[in-house]
Structure formats: structure tokens, C-alpha cells
């Protein structure tokens, strides 16, 4: 498709943990290369905002973000291991995945991936690295490894910008031609969300019980050993609960996005827990550190923690949407 001379820019939000780019200093090179060549071989602008602020992302204002999908703007998720572990990370994948869902332009979202190539695979539970799967990732370790003056690196940004305005050209037709194709029943939308009250209900009584536990062993227990062996069952209930957890408030959010449905219930007990659970790891971080077999209840626990704040986060952030789906 040959663009008219005056096609508005292209926008694209680069979402990266930053600390990836303080020892890595990957976007600068990746940002620059990816406006080049989108412009010299496909005679497309590209507007890249690297700051949540700067697009008007502060705090996932839900409303900017539903007009930045249906502006056509792109989420570039710039992947290592590291961005699966911030809670702001996920939350703003998960974000932008439901609104271009919503809206039928998946293809919006172009996961690109630096390095932790191993964690992508098809039966990792965890949501977020099931989304990315899904949307067929784009590997950009071996040029990056190469050097942005490298041949590799080259092709890699000539495919990738190629791509990504072939997946911005379809998404604009989409949304003028398929409105509201996407919008699921009413009834159906308002019974699921009332069932999401007894979901929420029951991972507060949960991660109740289990920080409960979690108290009574850290203090009871004899040796590291045992208390290792004591923790680690609630561990693993906490995090597979909060990994369930975080799906349906996903899905739900989808509803909310699409039909002006009342909201579900509020996370303010649940967001109280997530704070209690992570005081508490904060406070075991030393023996954790001197402890190996202490480890591995507390990695189940602070994966169960992320997945936790992701989904009150996004709970949280519904009351921004005061006409859902419109």
C-alpha cells in the first residue's frame, strides 16, 4: 500500500523495563533504526514515545489508552526476563492487549524480544508470556548482539519496520470497517462480571490464610530446613490462585473495556494483603540470601506477588472508565 505524501506518523510506545537499558542501552539505537527504515523503504513517520508520560500513559489513564488503540498506536513490549517481573510492565501489557482485543487489532501489539528467549515457551502458566507467545514475538538478540552497524541488524530493523507498518495499515482499515464486531453479550457480559465479586472474595480469603501461615512458620520454625519444607505448599497455592486471579481480572477487563456494564468490586482488602506479602518477603530477604533451600518457596512467593499486583492494579484502575465501551 503506497501511502498518501501527507499520512499522519505512526504512533509507537516502547514499553521496557528500564533498568534493562541502563546496562544494556538497547532503545536509543533501536528507536532511531526503526524510524529510519520505516520512513526510507515504506515512506511511513514514525512518532516513538519512550515515557508514559510523554504519550499520556501516567498512571494507564483508560482513557488515552483506549484512543491510543483506536488511533492505531503500537505497543512495542521490548522483552527480557526482568520485564515479566514488574508489576508496571504487565499491567500495561495486559492493558493495551485487551483494548486492541476489544477493537479487533490485536496486531497492534508487536512483541519484540531482547533476550530471555527460553521463559517464551507454550506451556509457561504465566499470562503475560502467554500473550507474547501467542503474538508470535520477533527476536532481536542476535542482531543486537552484532551491533547496530552489523548486517544482521540491518535486516532485522528493515523486517521489523516493514512489519510493524503492514500491521498498522491493516489495523487502520479495521477499524473503520469493523466497529463494534468485537463486543461480547450484554447478559452474558453482566453475569460474568457479577461472578468476578466471588473470584475476588475467594483469592482475599486465600492469600488471607496463606500470609497467616506464612507468619506463624517464619516464627515457629526451627531451622531453615523445615521452615523451607512449611512454606512452600502455601507458597505454591499463593501463586497459583494469584496467577488465576490475574486471568480472570484480565478477562474481565475485556468486558469493561467493551460494554457499559457496571463494574465489579473493588480491590482495596486484596491491594492491603499484596502489601502485607511483600513487607513480609522484604523482611526475609536475608535469609533467603544466606539459606538455598529457603529459595524456593520464596520465588513461588514473589511470583504469586507480581501476578497479585498486576491484577489489583488493573482492578484499581477501572474507576478511570466512566463510559465502558464507549
Known sequence: MTPFPDAPPIRC?????????????FVDPFATAL???????????LEIFLDREAIGWGDLAQPAIRASVRSATVFLPVLTRRYFDRPYCREELFVFYNQAYVEGVRGLLLPVV???????????????VQIIVERQHRSVREAWLDGPASPA??????ALAGELVDHVEEAERRLVTEADSHLPDAAEAVADIERFGY???????????????????????????????????????????ARAYERRVS????????????????????RELVDAIEQLLTSTANA??????????????????TALRSAVNMVTAWKDLPNPGQ
Do not use: C, K
Not at 253 to 258: F, K, M, P, Q, T
Open 288 to 305: 533467603e540470601l544466606m539459606s538455598v533451600p529457603m529459595r524456593r518457596p520464596m520465588i513461588a512467593f514473589r511470583e504469586g506477588l
Open 251 to 270: 478477562e474481565v477487563d475485556r468486558l469493561v473495556r467493551a460494554r457499559p456494564v457496571r463494574l465489579g468490586p473493588g480491590a482495596a482488602a486484596l
Open 13 to 25: 510506545f516502547l514499553s521496557y523495563a528500564r533498568q534493562d537499558d541502563v546496562v544494556m542501552d
Open 199 to 241: 473470584d475476588t472474595g475467594h483469592v482475599v480469603e486465600l492469600t488471607s490464610q496463606v500470609l497467616q501461615q506464612f507468619q506463624n512458620i517464619v516464627v515457629t520454625a526451627t531451622d531453615d530446613a523445615s521452615r523451607a519444607e512449611a512454606l512452600l505448599p502455601g507458597a505454591l497455592r499463593l501463586r497459583d490462585s
Open 35 to 45: 524510524r529510519h527504515y520505516a520512513y526510507a523503504d515504506r515512506g511511513r513517520d
Open 153 to 158: 541488524w540491518r535486516r532485522t530493523m528493515l
Open 114 to 128: 531482547l533476550l530471555g528467549h527460553d521463559h517464551l515457551t507454550d506451556d509457561n502458566p504465566d499470562l503475560a
